[in-house]
């Protein structure tokens, strides 16, 4: 059976950068076995010829050397234009018109990729609803939902009835392009494909889990949206708790989507609300000097681009073991890294100045270097009984044939083949909104702990290391 990817938000960045680079690179390396028809929609109009025309220099660049005029030439013949307003009943009544006529009357596989502004999502739902394109009698109808799913609870569980009203859970794939990431599926088999990290994964053994997402940018031109935001929304309700329910979750029975997806929920059950006092002591907030000065940012915004949370999840597996979460614009550097922290060694037989406090570290690099390390004590050669860290080093990338793909490839083809697990559950966006929502309220109302100031480039303000170092513990800043 055929299929056809519609993409609402054909003009928008996402499109030319990573929708068409990422669904061009799946046609090259032969991953699409059926045809693909690729119909933009978006308000200008345009010819299909001139549509194409305008993705190819984009898709040149960001799929690089595997990029050559004749598959493109092929590729792009699929790639059509509608012009339509998403507020226009009439519209969706004349694309529905437009699919059957290219798709030829013949049953097809859909896919409606909503990569619009998020206030858009819900008229864009009814609107196919309403046009009888949500119907999947002759062939699949799945929609694609970008984030920022919600900006909170309510908003998400308004938007979870509304959609529920059109499409059935199994047809909704909301994207978390975390997800799509290498190096965070390895995570899976780095847990659940060996016997020796399994037994030490859990409170007996590990002191504490940090995650980190550094991001040397910062927010450019898009005060817009993110001075509404906020760190908390944009990084920690859905990528930094995706990375956190991955660590911490418990093997399911199989890799399905549904059992995938409930053992990552418990997670969600787990971790326990922070209550009075916890938000000034479990959380620390921050904003890079200049922040105000951004084009678009009000001059008093108290907006966060820096925060840092201790969770935990009180369960069999994890009670009493920190999470602690971090996440930052205009930090040293860009990376993301999940760090597990192994305790102490009961009895320390060697002399202790001379050795890393606790020396047994897991670091799981997700990017832009992917790997893992270990870290271990081992002797000074030539010394008496003298240790220091030494570190096992895994390259990812160097064990792959050709460059790692984009997190978009592997989203996109595993909504073609209907398979959810990398993407997020109603219940597992509304748990997470649960999660951050109470932080929010309680940063924005007048017992706030403070906003510290940070520079830019360093690893954001100096209390967020206080912090740690008053518990006795310290963030592990490698870039
Ligand atoms: C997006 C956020 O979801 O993720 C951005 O809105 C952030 O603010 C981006 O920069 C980070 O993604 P990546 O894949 O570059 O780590």
């Known amino acids: 059976m055929a299929h056809t990817i519609v993409i609402f938000g054909a003009s928008g960045d996402l499109t030319s950068r990573k929708l068409i680079p990422a669904l061009y690179s799946l046609f090259k390396k032969g991953k699409l076995d059926q045809v693909l028809r690729i119909v933009g929609v978006s308000r200008s109009p345009f010819e299909h010829a001139a549509y194409r025309d305008s993705l190819r220099e984009s898709t040149e660049k960001f799929t690089k050397d595997l990029f050559d005029a004749e598959s493109w030439e092929q590729f792009s013949n699929q790639i059509f234009y509608h012009a339509g307003d998403i507020k226009e009943a009439e519209d969706f009544e004349k694309l529905a018109g437009f699919l059957t006529e290219i798709e030829e009357g013949e049953p097809v596989g859909r896919i409606y990729y909503l990569s619009t502004m998020p206030q858009l999502y819900l008229d864009a739902i009814q609107q196919l609803g309403a ?9 699949f109808r799945r929609v694609i939902i ?6 909170d609870l309510g908003s998400a569980q308004f938007l979870n009835e509304q959609i529920h009203k059109v499409f059935r859970e199994d047809q909704i794939y909301r994207i978390d392009h975390y997800l799509g990431k290498e190096t965070v599926q390895n995570m899976f088999a780095l847990r659940f494909a060996n016997s020796i990290f399994e037994p030490i994964w859990n409170r007996n053994y590990v002191d504490h889990v940090q995650i980190t997402v550094a ?3 910062v927010i450019g031109r898009r005060a817009g949206y993110y001075d509404g935001s906020g760190i908390l929304r944009d990084m920690f309700q859905n ?3 995706q990375l956190m329910m991955i660590t911490a979750m418990e093997p399911p029975a199989r890799y399905d989507s549904s059992l995938v997806r409930d053992e990552k929920v418990k997670v969600l059950h787990s971790v326990r609300k922070m209550i009075g006092g916890d938000f000034a002591t479990n959380t620390v907030r921050g904003q890079y000097k200049g922040y105000l000065n951004e084009e678009g940012v009000p001059a008093n915004s108290q907006t966060e681009t820096y925060a840092a949370l201790k969770l935990y999840c009180d369960n069999w597996r994890w ?3 920190p999470f602690y979460l971090r996440s930052g614009k205009g930090m040293s550097c860009r990376t993301t890294q999940i760090v597990i922290q192994f305790r102490e060694v009961p009895h320390i ?5 001379t050795r890393a406090p606790m020396g047994n570290r897991l670091v799981i690099q997700v990017q832009p ?14 010394s008496e009984m003298k240790t220091r860290t030494s570190t096992l080093d895994f390259d990812f990338n160097a064990s792959s044939t050709g460059g790692m793909p984009d ?10 083949l209907g398979d959810a697990s990398l993407f997020a559950r109603s219940d597992e966006v509304e748990l997470a909104w649960g999660i951050i929502d109470p932080i929010i309220a309680a940063w924005s109302s007048p017992a706030a702990p403070e906003l510290h100031q940070y520079q830019t480039g360093q690893w954001g303000p100096t209390e967020s290391n206080q912090w740690m170092a008053d518990q006795h513990r310290e963030w592990f800043d490698v870039c």
């Open 319 to 321: 009670k009493g073991v």
């Open 131 to 139: 046009a009888g394109l949500a119907d999947d009698s002759d062939g």
């Open 239 to 241: 990528h930094i708790l």
């Open 349 to 353: 037989l060697f002399g202790q100045k």
């Open 369 to 382: 270097a992917e790997g893992i390390q270990l870290h271990f004590e081992s002797k000074v050669p030539e």
């Open 407 to 416: 997190a978009y490839q592997r989203l996109l083809l595993d909504a073609l």
């Open 215 to 217: 991001e040397e940018v």
């Open 146 to 151: 970008e984030k920022p799913f919600g900006t």
